[in-house]
């Protein structure tokens, strides 16, 4: 009883002490038991990981290969970590053949797209350039009508990971994220995504899942970094410096589009093959009376409708961010913002466009179309926003692909979008 009363006495007399020891050991096991619970998770994703790679394969069954473009520098070069500690013990443990392939600078991915061989898993761990940058090289092949039908898989280790809630739930927690997204891929459910192909007058065309992002909000997103002493306030405070500097932050663009296109009906199963005598009556019956042929209709061509606009942004997004796998048409999402916008509604909205940049709001005219055309002034034109990558702007021309590329999804989430 003595000593627990000298303990209690000393803590008292050195009390500011006592509360930094009792900060430092409940930060540290808050942090030791958030590190448990993470290799917990790991090894549950493995032991469901082994059960695939334990399936027997029939000898005349070729072992599936994958080919994961890994790109280090993603998350502040964190990625390669995060990918050998998650996701690529799941994915050797699958049975799969994995060829894994890290980039060494911007730009490598669309080049190792172009020399790859055939291959029956596309995997791309990083984030959305990483993503952007293989689809590119992807499309842009000789074969890319071949190559395109190979599923692809995301593993989410970039800063920005637009996908993830179009394929994945959603997780605070990183490594759950991780190794959920890799499972997803072994378990073999898939969803279609649309495709935006960005031309230019010379260059080859670029390829993005999203959004196309042009004017004000862009720019000020570009400059956010340099308020980082601002902590939370610097996305604010980026677009009320903004607003000092000019305003109204107008765009002058010409705008050409095209109505969107009716989906054409899904591929069934070719229907069984009839018995002899019905085959024999079908061809005596177009002997007798042959069909009547009619001459082709001629179809003309949709008109093009022409805007001119001064606009603080104008956005050109897919539906990939909230897919709707039941549409009867495709399209692609045009939003305008008007140069009317006060700055209140500016600096507010910053933060939702920062979060999501093919959101229209309502002060926004929405229009749809299957492709568009925008011809920008020749100075201070500035620089697009392509997947969250920069790209120079330019007069282009934006065509949609409709459900151009197979994703691997959660089964969960592929269920919710089909309903």
Same mark, same amino acid.
């Given at each position: ?14 009390? %500011?002490?006592?509360? #930094? ?57 964190? =990625?390669?970590?995060?990918?050998? %500690? ?6 050797? *443990? ?38 952007? &940058? ?10 890319? =009508? ?13 800063? /920005? ?34 495709? *935006? ?18 004017? !004000?909000?862009?720019?000020?997103? !570009? ?14 405070? !980026?677009? #009320?410096?903004?607003?000092? %500097? ?23 199963? &070719?229907? /069984? ?7 024999? #009556?079908?061809?005596? =019956? ?11 209709? &001629? ?8 805007? &001119?606009? /001064? ?57 749809? =179309? ?7 002034? %020749? ?41």
């Amino acid at each position: 009883m003595a000593r627990v009363l000298k303990i209690l006495q000393t803590l008292r007399n050195h009390w %500011k002490k006592s509360v #930094f020891g009792v900060c430092v050991v409940s930060y540290g096991g808050h942090w030791l038991y958030g590190k448990h619970c993470d290799n917990l998770l790991r090894r549950a994703a493995c032991q469901e990981a082994l059960k695939f790679g334990q399936q027997i394969i029939p000898a005349n069954v070729q072992l599936k290969k994958a080919t994961v473009i890994l790109n280090p520098a993603a998350c502040s070069r964190k =990625a390669s970590t995060l990918f050998e %500690k998650n996701a690529a013990p799941i994915l050797y *443990l699958s049975g799969i053949e994995v060829t894994l392939v890290k980039t060494d600078y911007e730009g490598q991915a669309k080049k190792l797209l172009d020399l790859m061989e055939q291959t029956d898993l596309i995997i791309v761990a990083g984030g959305d350039g990483t993503l952007q &940058e293989v689809i590119t090289g992807l499309l842009r092949r000789a074969d890319a =009508a071949t190559f395109s039908k190979i599923p692809i898989g995301f593993i989410p280790l970039g800063t /920005s990971n637009t996908l993830n809630h179009t394929l994945y739930p959603d997780s605070d927690n990183k490594v759950k994220h991780i190794t959920d997204a890799t499972l997803s891929i072994l378990k073999g459910d898939t969803i279609p995504l649309d495709v *935006l192909q960005i031309k230019g007058e010379t260059e080859q065309p670029v390829f993005a899942l999203t959004c196309l992002q042009w004017g !004000a909000y862009r720019d000020v997103a !570009a400059n956010i970094s340099k308020y980082w002493y601002l902590g939370p306030l610097k996305t604010k405070a !980026a677009h #009320f410096f903004s607003t000092l %500097k000019e305003w109204p932050q107008s765009h002058q663009v010409s705008l050409r589009y095209l109505g969107p296109t009716a989906r054409p009906p899904d591929e069934t199963k &070719e229907p /069984s093959r009839p018995q002899l005598l019905t085959r024999i #009556f079908h061809r005596l =019956a177009l002997y007798w009376s042959p069909p009547k042929e009619e001459p082709p209709k &001629e179809t003309e061509p949709e008109p093009w409708q022409e805007v &001119e606009l /001064s606009a603080v942004e104008v956005s050109i997004s897919t539906h990939n961010r909230n897919p709707d796998l039941q549409r009867t048409e495709d399209a692609l999402t045009i939003c305008v913002e008007p140069d009317t916008l006060s700055k209140g509604d500016f600096i507010a909205m910053g933060s939702t466009k920062l979060t999501d940049p093919s959101i229209c709001p309502e002060s926004g005219v929405c229009v749809q =179309a299957s492709s568009c055309q925008l011809n920008l002034p %020749k100075d201070g034109a500035g620089f697009y926003s392509i997947d969250n990558e920069e790209y120079e702007a330019m007069p282009v021309e934006v065509t949609l692909l409709p459900r151009k590329l197979n994703f691997f999804c959660d089964s969960g989430r592929k269920h919710d979008l089909l309903n």
